[in-house]
Protein backbone atom coordinates (compact mmCIF):
# COMPACT_ATOMS: atom_id res chain seq x y z
CA UNK A 1 0.00 0.00 0.00
CA UNK A 2 2.77 2.47 1.02
CA UNK A 3 4.28 2.09 -2.61
CA UNK A 4 0.89 2.73 -4.26
CA UNK A 5 0.32 6.11 -2.64
CA UNK A 6 4.04 7.18 -3.23
CA UNK A 7 3.49 6.73 -6.95
CA UNK A 8 0.09 8.25 -6.85
CA UNK A 9 1.53 11.49 -5.00
CA UNK A 10 4.78 11.00 -7.82
CA UNK A 11 2.28 11.65 -10.26
CA UNK A 12 0.81 14.88 -8.83
CA UNK A 13 4.23 16.52 -8.41
CA UNK A 14 3.77 18.28 -12.01
CA UNK A 15 -0.06 19.34 -11.67
CA UNK A 16 0.44 20.42 -8.06
CA UNK A 17 4.04 22.35 -8.49
CA UNK A 18 1.70 24.13 -10.99
CA UNK A 19 -0.96 25.32 -8.32
CA UNK A 20 1.77 26.38 -6.00
CA UNK A 21 2.34 29.48 -8.30
CA UNK A 22 -0.03 32.50 -7.09
CA UNK A 23 -2.39 30.34 -5.32
CA UNK A 24 -3.34 31.41 -1.67
CA UNK A 25 -2.88 29.17 1.74
CA UNK A 26 -6.06 28.07 1.71
CA UNK A 27 -5.66 26.27 -2.00
CA UNK A 28 -2.36 24.99 -1.63
CA UNK A 29 -3.42 23.53 1.86
CA UNK A 30 -6.45 21.57 0.04
CA UNK A 31 -3.86 20.10 -2.67
CA UNK A 32 -1.21 19.27 -0.28
CA UNK A 33 -2.11 18.84 2.51
CA UNK A 34 -6.09 17.88 3.75
CA UNK A 35 -6.11 14.83 2.41
CA UNK A 36 -4.58 13.58 5.42
CA UNK A 37 -5.23 16.99 7.84
CA UNK A 38 -8.80 17.43 6.22
CA UNK A 39 -10.55 20.26 4.73
CA UNK A 40 -10.52 21.67 8.36
CA UNK A 41 -7.39 20.85 9.41
CA UNK A 42 -8.74 18.81 12.14
CA UNK A 43 -6.62 15.79 11.38
CA UNK A 44 -9.57 13.60 9.80
CA UNK A 45 -8.59 14.10 6.03
CA UNK A 46 -9.51 10.82 3.88
CA UNK A 47 -6.30 9.37 4.05
CA UNK A 48 -5.68 9.88 7.44
CA UNK A 49 -7.12 6.54 8.43
CA UNK A 50 -4.42 4.78 6.29
CA UNK A 51 -1.68 6.57 8.65
CA UNK A 52 0.63 4.30 11.23
CA UNK A 53 0.32 7.60 13.38
CA UNK A 54 -2.13 9.80 14.63
CA UNK A 55 -2.75 12.97 11.82
CA UNK A 56 -2.70 16.31 14.14
CA UNK A 57 -5.48 18.44 14.94
CA UNK A 58 -3.73 21.46 13.30
CA UNK A 59 -6.11 23.81 14.74
CA UNK A 60 -4.76 23.75 18.17
CA UNK A 61 -1.38 24.89 17.68
CA UNK A 62 -1.69 27.82 19.19
CA UNK A 63 -2.83 26.81 22.59
CA UNK A 64 -0.16 24.04 22.23
CA UNK A 65 2.62 26.87 22.21
CA UNK A 66 1.09 29.25 25.59
CA UNK A 67 -1.40 31.02 22.53
CA UNK A 68 1.20 32.03 20.43
CA UNK A 69 1.28 30.59 16.90
CA UNK A 70 4.65 28.69 16.15
CA UNK A 71 5.13 29.84 12.83
CA UNK A 72 8.37 29.27 12.28
CA UNK A 73 8.69 26.11 13.76
CA UNK A 74 5.31 25.24 11.21
CA UNK A 75 7.23 26.99 8.26
CA UNK A 76 10.33 24.38 9.19
CA UNK A 77 7.45 20.99 9.23
CA UNK A 78 5.89 22.48 5.75
CA UNK A 79 9.45 22.80 4.24
CA UNK A 80 10.88 19.54 5.48
CA UNK A 81 13.38 21.06 8.03
CA UNK A 82 12.20 19.24 10.65
CA UNK A 83 11.43 15.51 10.06
CA UNK A 84 7.85 14.39 10.83
CA UNK A 85 6.92 10.66 11.16
CA UNK A 86 3.80 9.30 8.99
CA UNK A 87 3.06 6.56 7.17
CA UNK A 88 5.85 4.80 8.59
CA UNK A 89 8.33 7.08 6.66
CA UNK A 90 9.12 10.90 6.96
CA UNK A 91 6.01 12.91 5.81
CA UNK A 92 6.51 13.74 2.34
CA UNK A 93 8.36 17.24 2.16
CA UNK A 94 5.89 18.57 0.14
CA UNK A 95 7.94 22.57 0.58
CA UNK A 96 10.45 20.85 -1.66
CA UNK A 97 7.87 20.43 -4.81
CA UNK A 98 6.61 23.84 -4.33
CA UNK A 99 8.22 26.64 -6.44
CA UNK A 100 8.07 30.18 -7.23
CA UNK A 101 8.96 33.37 -5.20
CA UNK A 102 11.37 32.70 -1.96
CA UNK A 103 9.94 34.56 1.39
CA UNK A 104 12.06 34.92 4.53
CA UNK A 105 10.39 34.39 8.28
CA UNK A 106 12.30 35.53 11.30
CA UNK A 107 13.03 33.46 14.17
CA UNK A 108 11.89 34.80 17.82
CA UNK A 109 16.19 35.84 17.86
CA UNK A 110 15.87 37.80 14.81
CA UNK A 111 17.86 35.23 12.35
CA UNK A 112 15.99 35.05 9.05
CA UNK A 113 14.71 32.26 7.42
CA UNK A 114 14.33 31.32 3.88
CA UNK A 115 11.38 29.31 2.85
CA UNK A 116 9.07 29.96 -0.13
CA UNK A 117 6.48 32.14 -0.63
CA UNK A 118 3.64 29.15 -0.96
CA UNK A 119 5.04 27.35 2.56
CA UNK A 120 4.68 30.47 4.39
CA UNK A 121 1.52 30.95 2.85
CA UNK A 122 -0.02 28.12 4.04
CA UNK A 123 1.54 28.58 7.66
CA UNK A 124 -0.33 32.25 7.32
CA UNK A 125 -3.60 30.04 6.20
CA UNK A 126 -3.04 27.43 9.15
CA UNK A 127 -2.59 30.38 11.65
CA UNK A 128 -6.31 31.85 10.69
CA UNK A 129 -7.51 28.78 11.41
CA UNK A 130 -6.46 28.52 15.62
CA UNK A 131 -9.25 27.94 18.09
Known sequence: MRHLLVLSLAALIPATAALAQGASGQEI?????AGCHGETAKGD????????VAVPD????????GGVFPLVSVVRQIDGRVE??????????????????????????GDPIVTKAA??????????LQR
Open 119 to 128: VLAVADYLEG
Open 45 to 52: GPLAALMS
Open 58 to 65: LTGLSRQY
Open 29 to 33: YMEYC
Open 84 to 109: MRGHGDPMPVFGALLSGESAVVDTAA
